[in-house]
C-alpha cells in the first residue's frame, strides 16, 4: 500500500513525443526559409545601417553622417516634403475610396462587377504611368493645362495627383472588406429607434469598420511615402526622401549619404508598419454565427448618385490610362499629332530596347513560378509543423518583415550586401538572379499572409490523420492542401508576376546592362527627354499585365471547376 501511495504521489514525467522523419524534414524547410529571411533582409539591413557609420574611404565615423544630412536644408526639407506629400495623398485617397466602396458595397447601383474592374486597373500600371499622363494633360504643352491656373504640375500638384491614381485601388479593397462584413441587425435596430442615415452612420458604420480604415490609412500612407517613381518623374524640384536616395547613389556616387536617407527613409516606413500591426492586433470579429448579412434596400436617388459617383472616377482611372496610350502612338506631340509606332521602336531609344521588356517578362515569370514555391511552402511549414514554437514564431516575424521596408531601400541594401567582395553570394551581383531574389522578398509578406490565410482554414486533422495512417506529409500536401489551396495559390502567383512587372524601386540599383527592366528603361527615356517612347514602354507593361490577368481569370475558372467541385452544393 505505502509502495502504491508513493507511486500516486511521485510527480508524472511529460512525455517527449517523438521527432517523425516528417517532423525532421519540416523544421529542416523551416529553418531554411529562416535563413532565405536573413539572408534576403536582415543581413542587407545591417550591411546598410553600417554603410551610414562610415565615411567613403570605409572608416567608421558613427553619426558623423546624420549630422551632416540633418544640417544640410536641401537634404533634410525633404522629409517634410514627404510627410506633407503622404499626408495629403493619403487623405485624398481616403476619401475618395471609401465613398467608391461604400457605393459598391451599400448601395443597389448597377454595373457593381465593371465598377470593381474599373477601379483596379491602376495595379496594372507602374507608377510612371500616371506621372507622364499627367505631363500630356497638365504640362507646360499639356491639352489641358489651363485647368490649373498659374500652378505648375511638376512639383507637390503633380505628385500628390500621381500617388492618388497609384494608391486608390489598395485602399478601395481594404475598405470593401471592412463594409462588407457589416451585421444587418445593427441596421435594423438603428431603424426601429428611428435613428437618421447621419446618426447611423456616425454611431454605427464607423465604429464598424474603423479597424479596415485605419489599415487603409497607413498601407497609403507608406506607400506614398515610400514610392519614387512619381516624384522622379513629376516632381521637379521638390524633393522627397525617395528621390533623394537616387540623387545621392546615382547621381553623387555618395552610397554612405544614400544609406544614412534610406534609414530615414526607414524610420517612418516602420512606424507606420507597427501601428497597422498594433491595429490589426486589437480588431475583433465583425461578424459571429448569429450575423445577418447587411442587403442595402433600393433608393433611386441615392443608388444613381452612387452610380454618377463610381462613373466619374472610372472615366478619370481609364482617362489616365487613355491618355498615355494616346500619347504613345503621337508622332510629335504637340505639333504633329499622326497616329505612328515609331514611339515602340525601342531599338533606337535610350533605355534599353526591346530587350529590357523581354528582361521583364522573364523576371516577373520567375518571380511568380520560383516566388509562389517558395512562399507557399514556406507558409505551409510554418504553419503545418508540429511544436518548434518558438523558431516558428521568429521565422514567422521575419517573413512579416520586409513589408517595412521600402524597395529603393532593400535595392540599396542589396548593393552593400551582395556586392560586398568577401561574400561568397557576390556572383549573382548584376545578374538576373538578384533581380529575382529582390522581387520575390520585397513583396514575400502579402503573399505569405495570403497563403497563411489559406491554410488556416484546413483544419489540421488532415495532418494528423495521414500521420496516423503514415503517410508521408509531401503527399499529403501536394494530393490534399494544393489542390484545396489552389485559389489562393494562383492568387499569389499573379500578385508575384503583376508587381514584378511594374516595380521600379526594388531594382532600380540593381539591373545591369543585361538585365535592364521595362520599367526602369520607362524611366530613363523619360530622363532622356523621349517622353513618349516612355509611355509606349508603360503601356506594354500595362498590357502585358493586363493580359497575364485575363489568362490567369480564364485558368482560374478553369482549374476551380475540376479542383474546386466540392465547394459546391
Known sequence: MA??????????????????????????FIVLVGVWMVIAVVLPLYFMLSKSLEDRAGDFVGLVNYAQYFSTPALFYSIGNSLTIAAISTVIT????????????????????????????????????????????????????????????????????????????????????????????????????????????????????????????????????????????????????????????????????????????LIPAVLAFVADRIIQGKQTSALTSSSVAYAPKPRRSYDLAMTGY????????LGIIGMAAYASFVQFWPYNLNLVLKNYDFDVMDGGGWASFTNSLRLAAYTAVFGTAIIFTGAYMVEKARGFGAVRGAIQFLCILPMAVPGMVLGLAYIFFFNHPDNPLNFIYGTMAILVICTITHFYTVSHLTAITALKQMDRE?????????????????????PVCLPAILDVSIYLFVNAMTTVSAVIFLYSTDTALASVAALNMDDAGDIAPAAAMCMMIFYAAATVRLLHVLVTRGLARRTQAWRAR
Open 462 to 482: 488532415f495532418e494528423s490523420v495521414s500521420s496516423s495512417l503514415k503517410v508521408p506529409f509531401y503527399k499529403t500536401f501536394t494530393r490534399v492542401t494544393v
Open 310 to 317: 463610381c462613373a466619374l472616377i472610372g472615366f478619370l482611372i
Open 3 to 28: 509502495s502504491q501511495a508513493q507511486a500516486v504521489a511521485a510527480p508524472a514525467l511529460a512525455v517527449q513525443p517523438k521527432l517523425s522523419r516528417d517532423d525532421r524534414i519540416m523544421r529542416g
Open 94 to 265: 481616403i476619401s475618395l475610396a471609401f465613398i467608391y466602396a461604400y457605393a459598391l458595397t451599400r448601395s443597389c447601383m448597377a454595373g457593381k462587377g465593371a465598377f470593381r474592374v474599373v477601379a483596379m486597373v491602376p495595379l496594372l500600371a507602374p507608377s510612371l504611368l500616371p506621372a507622364i499622363s499627367f505631363v500630356y494633360l497638365f504640362g507646360n504643352q499639356g491639352i489641358i493645362k489651363g485647368l490649373l491656373g498659374d500652378n505648375t504640375i511638376y512639383g507637390p500638384i503633380g505628385i500628390v495627383m500621381g500617388e492618388v491614381f497609384y494608391t486608390f485601388p489598395h485602399a478601395l479593397m481594404i475598405l470593401i472588406v471592412a463594409l462588407a462584413t457589416a451585421d444587418g441587425r445593427l441596421y435594423e435596430a438603428a431603424v426601429s429607434l428611428r435613428a437618421g442615415p447621419v446618426r447611423t452612420f456616425f454611431t454605427v458604420t464607423l465604429p464598424g469598420i474603423k479597424y479596415g480604415l485605419i489599415s487603409a490609412v497607413f498601407v497609403v500612407f507608406t506607400l506614398v511615402i515610400t514610392d519614387f517613381g512619381i516624384p522622379k518623374v513629376i516632381g521637379g524640384q521638390y524633393n522627397v526622401l525617395a528621390t533623394d536616395i537616387y540623387k545621392q547613389v546615382i547621381g553623387q556616387q555618395n552610397f554612405q549619404m544614400g544609406a544614412v536617407v534610406s534609414v530615414v527613409l
